[in-house]
């Protein structure tokens, strides 16, 4: 029955890589697909494919959020099926989350669901929280980087205004639509990075549980491999809701500031995998440098009123991810104890 209940928890961690992948997938490709510098599928394939190869170039430079996920937000889940029950919780809190914010097309953190789901299932669990990593590693980014982005994207814009400011604007379209497709692919490997190594701390989670690891063990390539398989698949099919909302909604993207905002917050996921591991949010990430770069328009170029129901989901995703891990756990600890 452990063992059973260790697979379980396993898939389910995989489908939760699946729904980021979906979830996700407009934070690498949107602004290419509205300026249409890519093809929705073409855009997907290339976000797929970087998605894996952005997971394994993770792992082998350190794996850091990997981690921040095993060892720095809560305790580790007792052996046996109280820990994998725990993991499961967790699990069940992010993708609830994830679903209700796809439905609604908000582009909310998967990976502050995860957290979300982590803090609300260990507190039920009777787990400790480590708050110390949660603010450093999780409050802290979610405030700061999208800040950053916003200030970078808007610093970056100005200086693509000032240096292209006698060219004419139609060549100078199409030369940038053609290098948003590097800066995409840059954006893709930078979310599979990151993402990638949040599901494969989970799963490790679950491993942990299961006795078959320690916290000082290293990721088998089987959970490298799966987790970035999953989250792949999932860039591939594709979430058009969210896509819609973050290249058309939030401000009408031109290629110079789909370059920008994907430059920027390319360069800023890159920080916080390799010099400040820290899991933070590509979606919140990419949403600030987007608003960042259409800000050089003047301030009506921005949807505030889209922005600030996206800020409110920002707010809610923890708790309510957190209360969503905390009811399953109460749940499936009562089924099987």
Known sequence: MQTLGLITVIVV??????????????NAIATSVSTRALTPRVALVMAGIMNLVGA???LQLGGGVTKSIVKGIIGTPAHGTNGLVVVFALLIGAIAWNLITWYFGLPSSSSHALIGGMVGAGLAA???????????????????????????SFAVMIGILWAFR?????????????????????????????????????????LIAGGHANNNSPVPWWVLLTAALSISLGTYAGGWRVMRTLGR???ELDPPRGFASETVASLVLYFTAFIYPAPVSTTHIITGS????????????????????????????????????????????????
């Open 249 to 251: 909604r939030i401000i």
């Open 166 to 206: 006698h060219r004419r604007p139609g060549p100078v379209t199409r030369g940038f639509r053609m290098a948003q497709t590097v800066s995409a692919a840059g954006m893709a490997l930078g979310h599979g990075i990151q993402d990638a190594q949040k599901t494969m701390g989970v799963v490790m989670l679950a």
């Open 290 to 337: 987007i608003m960042g770069a259409g800000a050089t328009s003047g301030k009506n170029a921005v949807r505030w009123g889209v922005a600030k129901n996206i800020v409110y989901a920002w707010c809610m995703t923890i708790p309510a991810a957190g209360a969503c891990g905390a009811l399953a756990y109460e749940i499936v600890h009562a089924i099987f104890g």
């Open 56 to 58: 394994y170039v993770g």
């Open 13 to 26: 961690a995989l489908g939760f890589a699946y729904t980021n992948g979906f979830h996700d997938s407009a």
């Open 126 to 152: 009777g787990l400790t929280v480590h708050w110390d990593g949660v603010w450093s590693k999780v409050v802290l980014p979610m405030l700061i980087s999208p800040v950053v982005g916003f200030l970078l």
